[in-house]
Nanobody, 122 residues
Framework: QLQACGGGLVQAGGSLRLSCAAS????????MGWFRQAPGKEREFVAS????????YYADSMKGRFTISRDNAKNTAYLRMNSLKPEDTALYYC?????????????????WGQGTLVTVSS
């Protein structure tokens, strides 16, 4: 299972770090991804990191503001979010892809966490 946490209420311009802790199996060979779903909108890709952490990929609107990372020894992935905007308000999901390579496609991911809510006030 994947457990996402770290969401909360933050003012615009602020920062948050989300964590995604894996349990029940080792995810060190999996790629990890973050997706988000804003109210009334479809879920969208945020960022992905390959199994080793050497390759990352971001949605255009997150580049330069968000950083995805992982600690395989802790079986945990992270999403550092800086310069948050009200439009970043969403439920953020982490996911794991057994292929091990970065992917922007939801269907590539085998395991999903339950989501953590991020609310950015203006």
């Amino acid at each position: 299972q994947l457990q996402a946490c770290g969401g909360g209420l933050v003012q615009a311009g602020g920062s948050l770090r989300l964590s995604c802790a894996a349990s029940g199996r080792t995810f060190s060979s999996y790629a990890m991804g973050w997706f988000r779903q804003a109210p009334g909108k479809e879920r969208e890709f945020v960022a992905s990191i390959n199994w080793s952490g050497r390759s990352t990929y971001y949605a255009d609107s997150m580049k330069g503001r968000f950083t995805i990372s992982r600690d395989n020894a802790k079986n945990t992935a992270y999403l550092r979010m800086n310069s948050l905007k009200p439009e970043d308000t969403a439920l953020y999901y982490c996911a794991a892809d057994s292929s091990g390579v970065v992917s922007t496609y939801e269907r590539a991911y085998n395991y999903w966490g339950q989501g953590t809510l991020v609310t950015v006030s203006s």
